[in-house]
């Protein structure tokens, strides 16, 4: 994004480099880093930033509102309502694409928000490894807010363990030790100290929680919940007899299950700002737009993408039987923005927010980048590209 700086990365990049830091990359939890890391971070420039956080502060007005809860009563599919709901999320992740405007003005666009964790741990010691191996220049930075490694570090651990002993808390997920994602769960284990837990060895007893370690029974007093529901409803018959997550338990969430559905493609339509994608409800629209070329069909109830039609056509939403779960957004167009060796790659920033209790709203604090050179962000439409896949981006000061 800053020309002078592209140009003198990839002069001085090499793949004898690139390899040697991926070497030490893996070698913390060798064999656990399943995605590409991409060749290279974002660079971003000081008015791009503000752009974002500008449109980010904007949505926390809404979610801060006392309407909120009202506003999105409906987010939660039924049946997965999870009791004790706390005041607020303590966590949102806010994905922007780099894009282009008609003028070819590149600007950030809303692609999702989540009100779930992501990459908080990995994207600790990522950073510092990348530092060690390529070039950063002294007035950019990963952190926001005033943030850096160690600041950070401690915020996050006052949002998860909190009061609690480190034994007490657990990060939850389905079968976390199979998940592309764990990487992140042992780089977590590594700065918390927290154990990691499957749900299918959680235990119950009454209202009380229990996971077993070298034989003794641990009482879980706080959950760092990473199981996501709509994953979990699918795997659900082949768990065989797990402990029900959505009755009323005797335990702490951070964040509470059900901000994943309240803070999430259900809020979209609700915002209205420039750098947020015009978006409708599909059984709210009592006439199509006449360039449904333009726009993408979205499920609210979904992950990774899945579901998703780029190339919408009024026989892709005759056949939606269900339309007050799916939105309707209009399309943004991507930016080819990262000159590489060969043809130039799209870009991802997601914007971490981290909410501690008795805080009257969130801050930014970290961020991950993802880079693309396939139709659609991902993993999985990205295969045998290089250039590609998770990053960050380093904001100019």
Same mark, same amino acid.
């Given at each position: 994004?800053?020309?002078?700086?592209?140009?003198?990365?990839?002069?001085?990049?090499?793949?004898?480099?690139?390899?040697?830091?991926?070497?030490?990359?893996?070698?913390?939890?060798?064999? %656990?880093?399943?995605?590409?890391?991409?060749?290279?971070?974002?660079?971003?420039?000081?008015?791009?930033?503000?752009?974002?956080?500008?449109?980010?502060?904007?949505?926390?007005?809404?979610?801060?509102?006392?309407?909120?809860?009202?506003?999105?009563?409906?987010?939660?599919?039924?049946?997965?309502?999870?009791?004790?709901?706390?005041?607020?999320?303590?966590?949102?992740?806010?994905?922007?694409?780099?894009?282009?405007?008609?003028?070819?003005?590149?600007?950030?666009?809303?692609?999702?928000?989540?009100?779930?964790?992501?990459?908080?741990?990995?994207?600790?010691?990522?950073?510092?490894?990348?530092?060690?191996? $390529?070039?950063?220049?002294?007035? $950019?930075?990963?952190?926001?807010?005033?943030?850096?490694?160690?600041?950070?570090?401690?915020?996050?651990?006052?949002?998860?363990?909190?009061?609690?002993?480190?034994?007490?808390?657990?990060?939850?997920?389905?079968?976390?030790?199979?998940?592309?994602? @764990?990487?992140?769960?042992?780089?977590?284990?590594?700065?918390?100290?927290?154990?990691?837990?499957?749900?299918?060895?959680?235990? @119950?007893?009454? !209202?009380?929680?229990?996971?077993?370690?070298?034989?003794?029974?641990?009482?879980?007093?706080?959950?760092?919940?990473?199981?996501?529901?709509?994953?979990?409803?699918?795997?659900?018959?082949?768990?065989?007899?797990?402990?029900?997550?959505?009755?009323?338990?005797?335990?702490?969430?951070?964040?509470?299950?059900?901000?994943?559905?309240?803070?999430?493609?259900?809020?979209?339509?609700?915002?209205?700002?420039?750098?947020?994608?015009?978006?409708? $409800?599909?059984?709210?629209?009592?006439?199509?737009?006449?360039?449904?070329?333009?726009?993408?069909? !979205?499920?609210?109830?979904?992950?990774?993408?899945?579901?998703?039609?780029? %190339?919408?056509?009024?026989?892709?939403?005759?056949?939606?039987?269900?339309?007050?779960?799916?939105?309707?957004?209009?399309?943004?167009?991507?930016?080819?923005?990262?000159?590489?060796?060969?043809?130039?790659? !799209?870009?991802?920033?997601?914007? $971490?927010?981290?909410?501690?209790?008795?805080?009257?709203?969130?801050?930014?604090?970290?961020?991950?980048? @993802?880079?693309?050179?396939?139709?659609?962000?991902?993993?999985?439409?990205?295969?045998?590209?290089?250039?590609?896949?998770?990053?960050?981006?380093?904001?100019?000061?």
């Amino acid at each position: 994004m800053i020309a002078s700086l592209r140009e003198q990365f990839n002069k001085n990049f090499t793949e004898e480099n690139y390899h040697a830091f991926l070497k030490e990359l893996n070698a913390k939890h060798p064999g %656990d880093l399943v995605f590409r890391i991409a060749e290279t971070p974002i660079f971003v420039p000081k008015d791009f930033t503000d752009k974002m956080l500008g449109a980010c502060e904007a949505i926390v007005d809404i979610i801060v509102d006392d309407n909120f809860k009202r506003l999105t009563a409906g987010a939660i599919p039924k049946g997965e309502s999870v009791p004790n709901e706390n005041e607020h999320t303590h966590f949102i992740a806010f994905d922007f694409g780099i894009c282009e405007n008609t003028n070819s003005v590149l600007e950030p666009q809303l692609i999702e928000m989540q009100g779930f964790p992501t990459l908080f741990g990995f994207q600790i010691f990522y950073p510092e490894m990348l530092g060690k191996y $390529f070039p950063i220049p002294a007035n $950019f930075d990963n952190y926001l807010g005033g943030y850096n490694k160690e600041s950070y570090t401690q915020l996050l651990k006052d949002i998860i363990v909190g009061n609690h002993e480190t034994e007490n808390v657990i990060l939850l997920e389905i079968n976390p030790h199979e998940q592309k994602t @764990r990487i992140d769960f042992y780089c977590t284990q590594d700065y918390l100290n927290i154990p990691i837990v499957s749900l299918t060895d959680l235990i @119950r007893e009454n !209202k009380k929680l229990y996971y077993t370690h070298e034989g003794r029974k641990i009482e879980v007093k706080r959950i760092y919940n990473r199981v996501i529901f709509d994953e979990l409803q699918q795997q659900k018959e082949s768990l065989g007899n797990i402990v029900d997550i959505t009755q009323d338990l005797d335990v702490e969430w951070v964040p509470h299950p059900n901000w994943f559905y309240r803070i999430s493609k259900y809020t979209l339509p609700f915002i209205k700002n420039p750098y947020v994608p015009e978006t409708f $409800f599909l059984n709210e629209i009592k006439q199509l737009p006449s360039d449904l070329e333009n726009y993408v069909l !979205k499920p609210l109830f979904s992950f990774a993408g899945q579901g998703v039609i780029i %190339d919408v056509t009024k026989e892709d939403i005759d056949k939606v039987t269900n339309p007050e779960n799916w939105i309707l957004q209009r399309k943004v167009k991507y930016a080819d923005v990262i000159k590489t060796p060969n043809i130039p790659a !799209k870009a991802e920033i997601r914007i $971490f927010y981290f909410w501690k209790d008795g805080w009257k709203r969130p801050v930014p604090v970290n961020n991950l980048g @993802r880079l693309s050179k396939g139709k659609m962000i991902g993993v999985r439409y990205n295969m045998d590209k290089d250039w590609v896949g998770g990053t960050v981006a380093y904001f100019e000061k």
